[in-house]
Nanobody, 115 residues
Framework: QVQLVESGGGLVQPGGSLRLSCAAS????????MSWYRQAPGKERELVAT????????AYADSVKGRFTISRDNAKNTVSLQMNSVKPEDTAVFYC????????WGQGTQVTVSS
């Protein structure tokens, strides 16, 4: 069955960096675009970044553009999110996602930005 397992979350100081990873299994990873979403307390889940199946095109929410970078390794079935210059407002649970008719989500990884 489809599995998306996120890792790499934690506590980071403002201005710091963090790298999230998502290990995918149970489907042909290289055929699908992948995305990262986040959900802050009391807010709706929002799209953060997305990448095409080949990795040749990416898109970002305005709030993270220039600070976050999404990438993928189709040989390892992983998608990553490099987060630089993080801000307190980046605090959220981050989710890996792909769509194939139904939506598939990981369990999420908590990112807390605080001094």
């Amino acid at each position: 069955q489809v599995q998306l397992v996120e890792s790499g979350g934690g506590l980071v100081q403002p201005g710091g960096s963090l790298r999230l990873s998502c290990a995918a299994s149970g489907f042909t990873f290289s055929r699908y675009g992948m995305s990262w979403y986040r959900q802050a307390p009391g807010k709706e889940r929002e799209l953060v970044a997305t990448i095409t199946s080949t990795g040749d095109s990416t898109a970002y929410a305005d709030s993270v553009k220039g600070r976050f970078t999404i990438s993928r390794d189709n040989a390892k079935n992983t998608v990553s999110l490099q987060m630089n210059s993080v801000k307190p407002e980046d605090t959220a649970v981050f989710y890996c996602h792909f769509w194939n008719g139904p939506s598939y989500w990981g369990q999420g990884t908590q990112v807390t930005v605080s001094s």
